[in-house]
């Protein structure tokens, strides 16, 4: 090839790596200003949206910090304990606490970065959660009560009940956590969570992930919409990520751990589990290291309150009130 060929082709490759410099600046200029915008909106929302959460329930102070609590009704004592994440365990719980509180006193707690709580920054090990968890039912004079609980509270439920045998009268599960359940050791990108959530982009994909699980009957217009507020807020925030980058840890510690013997154990539990076959069995299992262990499957998914909180509370009763008669 000619020295003026290889001139043209070494010119023709320069131009077109400059279009593809100017193309990829241009590209990389779009996404600065998006993002930037994305940023900007999600403070502006947040900061608009503190004034429309409505307030319930009551403030107790844990370890010089304010801790949500909602205690309705009368009767024996049944403290609700939320799975991992929920923004709202007063609001999640709603269905549920209408149907007990009609003949319980019911107590529905939101640990700290939960809820209306304040968040914190000791670190979320189970020991930390359950220790601000009996502070708070200290602070409200709760000496019994059945401890009834979603998901992660299995796992917190145990160390409960091994701290406070006296206290404890029971432990009721609603599809939750069992130690050495399968995937629990798997380590999260905590800090790329947070960076997506400060620069909002957690805020525009929740715009557009449909109704998060509560489009139920049971939930109103209104319930979603704080619901929706509450997630905003709490959300992927630093007590949240704090729980979940130990989730890992919290499963390792349990491992091998079942309730008291003479506890009695009441399980709520997806009938069919599309990600794991074995997860009634194992909780069957579970069920059956105490001396008074009930299994009740229920169609649904992980959220079984959501959609099953008249079945729960009628079968609770009927389950607590056999055992009053023994």
């Known amino acids: 090839m000619s020295l ?18 100017i193309v990829l600046g241009s590209i990389a200029a779009v996404i600065a200003v998006g993002l930037a915008t994305t940023t ?13 959460i409505e307030p319930y329930g009551q403030k107790v102070e844990v370890e010089g910090k304010s801790m949500n609590v909602l205690v309705t009704g009368e009767g024996d004592n049944i ?6 994440g929920t923004s709202s365990p007063v609001l999640d719980f709603l269905p549920l606490i209408e149907d007990l509180a009609s003949d319980h006193r019911v107590i529905a707690v939101e640990p700290f970065g939960y809820g209306l709580s304040d968040g914190t920054e000791e ?36 160390e409960f009940a091994e701290r406070y045998p006296e206290e404890v009268r029971a432990f009721v599960g609603i599809d939750s956590s069992v130690p050495g359940q399968p995937n629990m050791d798997a380590a999260f990108p905590t800090g790329l969570l947070g960076a997506l959530k400060n ?25 979603r919409q704080q619901i929706g507020l509450l997630t905003n807020r709490n959300s992927l925030e630093p007590t949240y990520l704090d729980e979940m ?28 589990n599309p990600a794991n076959d074995d997860w009634l069995p194992m909780h069957e299992r579970q069920a059956a290291t105490v001396t008074d262990g009930t299994v009740i499957p229920l169609d649904g998914d992980h959220y079984l309150h959501h959609t099953q909180s008249p ?16």
């Open 245 to 272: 980058a130990r989730i890992r840890t919290n499963f390792a510690d349990a491992e091998g751990k079942t309730f008291p013997d003479d506890l009695p154990l009441l399980l709520f539990v997806q009938e069919i």
């Open 123 to 158: 670190p979320r090990t189970t020991a930390n959660i359950v220790s601000e968890v009996h502070e708070a039912l200290q602070e409200l004079g709760v000496r019994s009560y059945t401890l009834m609980g979603h998901s992660i509270a299995g796992l917190y439920g145990i």
């Open 311 to 326: 079945t729960i509370a009628q079968d609770f009763r009927a389950w607590e009130a056999e055992r009053s008669q023994d």
């Open 79 to 84: 403290v609700l304990l939320p799975g991992f």
């Open 40 to 52: 900007v909106v999600n403070v502006a929302a947040t900061n608009a949206e503190a004034g429309a």
């Open 199 to 223: 620069l909002g982009l957690v805020r525009l994909l929740s715009g557009v992930g449909g109704d998060s699980g509560y489009g139920s009957p049971f939930y109103d217009d209104h319930d």
């Open 4 to 21: 003026e060929g290889l001139n043209s082709i070494g010119k023709d490759v320069m131009k077109k790596s400059r279009k593809a410099l």
